[in-house]
């Protein structure tokens, strides 16, 4: 979850590490770090909070090297504090190190280190490193690094700096996500690939158990018994622009704004002019299959059961959904006949991996719907389907949502195409009424000064209800998510057949409740349990189409979506986000950094 950072060159490495962790601080912002080596020497500055904090007091007391690491953390072990901020030092204060991950093993190596007399000064498994590395030291850096590495369990990412080493630099991944950029002689690490995109194109992924080793220019590659391996350079193509917030006050805002344009830019990848979809490998990929099983985390998994849903409608498959920390890998559903759909934003998150390597142990074949290339679930996959939504930034995931949808849809209409279970009119109906989709959110979008002000109406209270059916349930809990995700007010999805089945008898006066009503066979039922709510003193929110009628007679606010023959739950998440964004702006939060996230979830 943690964004490390590193550099080795002849440049000032302080600005450069402290760009590169701007870049990283959605990661993790509990606190932040760097360590830079000069004249045989390391120094550590690191402070609780956020990375303006360090940044505001080097600018006043620069460090001076053109080495150095840096680090933005989530905490895991240990409280946020100054003491668990890494970069950490070993006793001797001759090695310091950044680490993204758990050691699960940390305990007992540390047990052993305290018999041999080291001290420690932090709650955090990462100090346990540095001194094994410390005590396993004999001259050599690599060596040491490497001794130490394979006494640890767990997934972790590190990089290694040492004291009696000029310009020498070990990293290595184990799980985590470590990336190595290079322009000549410089050499840029980092988590993600948007830190180090504005240094270089040419990037080096780590493969898992790689050690990485920067000494004297050149840069090699081991595997964790020391044998050379090779990892080819690759050409980063990435949007940068998506990267910087332009005028908006926040990334989650602008990303919200964007995805008329993701839409587009979707459509251009994967349809035709004569609205044929180009996915060349479907026909190969459902081959011999008898059923798709979907895992994903988060908002991910919510776009997964909106998926599974258009999937299981439209073509022969049976759809089975689990989220990813739940998954077991032992359902009988999982052998080689089966597909597992697997959806990511960042491509690494740990529980969605750890499902689909389970998956893969079992002979099953792996597609993967992501937005980072070359992200670990999109290298270990069988097949990718990239979203090509640009970097999102912001915590709360947005138009990953919407993406990871419409993506999923194309990929049904072309499965049904092949196994003729809908007919060609259909097939053109339906990709014709999807290209609206991007005037559609447009269209919503322009409505944003009515939901501001049902916003107000809410925002000082403590609890609500999203409620739907079918396709609307899956928006609702990915509604329901965002507003707890940005506002901290707690809120709760529930399919609204259930309501009566308990959580009913949490309303009272002006409790606020908003209702989807978007599918067209669901409106009777729906209408009764919006009754319902509202004479118990609701403040129902509908969000609905034009054509449904006779609601606003029983509803407090009617926020009308797009008519569409295509119902993806997209238009109508839309007023849900931009609703969970005026909220959180009105409460004071800290929109993109939510207090206890982080965007990439590393660890399990």
């Not at 962790?21 to 606190?31: I, V």
């Not at 905490?75 to 991950?101: R, Y």
Request: proline share 2%.
């Amino acid at each position: 979850m943690c964004g490390i950072f590193g550099y080795v060159g002849k440049k000032n490495a302080q600005d450069i590490i402290l760009a590169g962790l701007a870049k990283l601080e959605y990661r993790g912002y509990d606190s932040a770090g760097i360590s830079i080596y000069n004249n045989n020497a390391i120094t550590t500055v690191k402070f609780k909070g956020k990375l303006q904090t360090l940044t505001d007091y080097v600018k006043k007391s620069p460090v001076v090297g053109n080495i150095g690491i840096g680090h933005t953390r989530w905490a895991t072990h240990g409280i946020p504090s100054d003491i668990n901020s890494h970069p950490h030092m070993s006793n001797d204060n001759k090695f310091s190190i950044v680490h993204n991950g758990i050691i699960e093993n940390y305990q007992e190596i540390k047990d052993v280190l305290i018999k041999k007399g080291y001290k420690f000064k932090s709650d955090t498994d990462t100090e346990v490193i540095v001194n094994l590395i410390q005590d396993n030291y004999k001259g050599n850096l690599l060596q040491a690094v490497q001794d130490t590495v394979t006494k640890l369990i767990g997934a972790y990412a590190i990089v290694v700096i040492s004291a009696n080493h000029a310009n020498e630099l070990v990293a290595v991944r184990a799980k985590s996500p470590l990336i190595i950029g290079k322009l000549q002689n410089e050499y840029f690490l980092a988590s993600d690939i948007q830190a180090i995109y504005p240094h270089t194109k040419e990037a080096y992924y780590l493969e898992n158990n790689d050690i990485a080793h920067i000494q004297a220019g050149k840069l090699n590659f081991y595997d964790f018994k020391l044998k050379p391996v090779t990892r080819p350079a690759k050409i980063v193509d990435w949007v940068i622009d998506t990267a910087e917030k332009g005028d908006y006050d926040f990334f989650m805002l602008k990303e919200i704004h964007e995805q008329p344009n993701v839409m587009n830019n979707i459509f251009l990848k994967y349809v035709n002019d004569d609205n044929t979809i180009k996915m060349p490998l479907v026909a190969e990929l459902i081959n011999g299959i008898e059923n798709i099983h979907m895992v994903s985390c988060g908002t991910a998994y919510f776009a997964g059961l909106a998926a599974g849903r258009i999937i299981s409608r439209i073509t022969k498959f049976n759809m089975y959904e689990d989220i990813a920390s739940e998954f077991t890998g032992v359902d009988k559903h999982i052998n080689k006949h089966c597909l597992m759909l697997v959806l990511s934003q960042s491509g690494e998150t740990a529980d969605t991996l750890n499902a689909m390597r389970i998956a893969k142990s079992k002979g099953a074949r792996i597609l993967a719907i992501v937005n980072v290339q070359e992200s670990t679930i999109a290298r270990e996959s069988d097949y990718v389907f990239y979203t090509n939504a640009g970097s999102e930034i912001a915590v709360a995931s947005t138009k990953a949502f919407s993406s990871q949808i419409l993506v999923a849809t194309l990929l049904a209409l072309e499965i049904a195409k092949l196994q003729k279970t809908i007919t060609p009119t259909f097939y053109q109906e339906q990709i014709i009424e999807l290209r609206k989709l991007s005037y559609n959110i447009t269209e919503v979008l322009n409505s944003e000064n009515n939901i501001e002000k049902i916003a107000k109406n809410i925002h000082k209270r403590h609890s609500m209800f999203y409620i739907g059916r079918g396709l609307d349930y899956a928006t609702c809990l990915e509604g329901s998510l965002k507003m707890k995700e940005i506002s901290y007010m707690h809120s709760e999805a529930i399919p609204s057949g259930e309501l009566k089945h308990g959580s009913i008898a949490l309303l009272n006066e002006g409790f606020p409740v908003v209702v989807i009503i978007t599918d067209k066979n669901m409106v009777a039922k729906v209408t009764s349990n919006l009754k319902e709510v509202k004479s118990r003193g609701a403040y129902t929110i509908v969000v609905t189409l034009k054509s449904i009628k006779n609601l606003e007679s029983i509803s407090d606010e009617v926020i009308y979506v797009p008519e569409s023959n295509s119902n993806l739950g997209i238009n109508s998440v839309i007023p849900l986000q931009l609703l969970a964004y005026h909220v959180a702006l009105m409460r004071g939060n800290d929109i993109d950094k939510p207090r206890n996230l982080a965007k990439s979830v590393t660890v399990e």
